[in-house]
């Protein structure tokens, strides 16, 4: 049996406007494979960000989708720089190495929070709330979170954003997401 190939993570995509970072865990095959963060088409990333702005997204090409998120003071990265893994389920990560985190404050000067996309980002909320802004946990957009529907999370996600002051042009009511946004944990 051969060993897992060691895998390097995607580039940061952050501006010094950005106000909120997205922190994934790692990209999944199909991202790595296209060099586009959340490239899988059953990830809910582009379409719930896409419900919120009342942007055709998924439509888009991706380096207009990437504009879209400077637009709206939204950056993305992951906590791992890389990993060995197969397949794409973060259960599957080994060996990881962490992402120079405490750079976002440099590379971000704008920066009022941290969003964690899912629970093995969310394992690293200690390093950023060393940075002196809000963690928020989001449910994770992943095709693998099949228990939280589309509108559920695009109601959870969109509080996050709103409360962060990322524009929200749509409010999304779903149920299991209190009337603060808030993300049973």
């Known amino acids: 049996m051969n060993a897992p190939q060691r895998l390097r993570g995607l580039p940061p995509v952050l501006a010094p406007t950005t106000r909120l970072v997205v ?3 790692f990209p999944s095959v199909a991202s790595l494979q296209a060099g586009q963060y959340y490239a899988h088409p059953r990830n809910h990333f582009w379409a719930i960000l896409g419900a919120l702005w009342a942007l055709p997204l998924t439509d888009w090409p991706y380096a207009r989708r990437l504009e879209a998120l400077h637009e709206h003071g939204v950056g993305l990265w992951d906590v791992y720089a890389e ?5 794409s389920l973060d259960t599957a990560i080994r060996a990881p190495r962490l992402n ?42 992943s095709p693998a979170n099949a ?3 589309l ?7 969109g509080a996050v ?13 779903a149920e299991g997401v209190d009337g603060a946004g808030a993300v049973p944990r």
């Open 100 to 141: 120079d985190l405490a750079s976002l404050r440099q590379q971000c000067p704008a920066l009022r929070a941290i969003a964690h996309n899912g629970g093995e980002s969310w394992r690293h909320a200690r390093l950023t709330r060393a940075l002196g802004v809000p963690v928020e946990r989001l449910p994770s957009s």
């Open 161 to 173: 954003l709103a409360r962060h002051g990322v524009p929200v042009r749509v409010t999304v009511v």
């Open 147 to 149: 228990s939280w529907t």
């Open 83 to 87: 990993c060995e893994r197969e397949g």
């Open 151 to 157: 509108a559920r999370k695009t109601a959870a996600w």
């Open 23 to 25: 922190l994934g865990s």
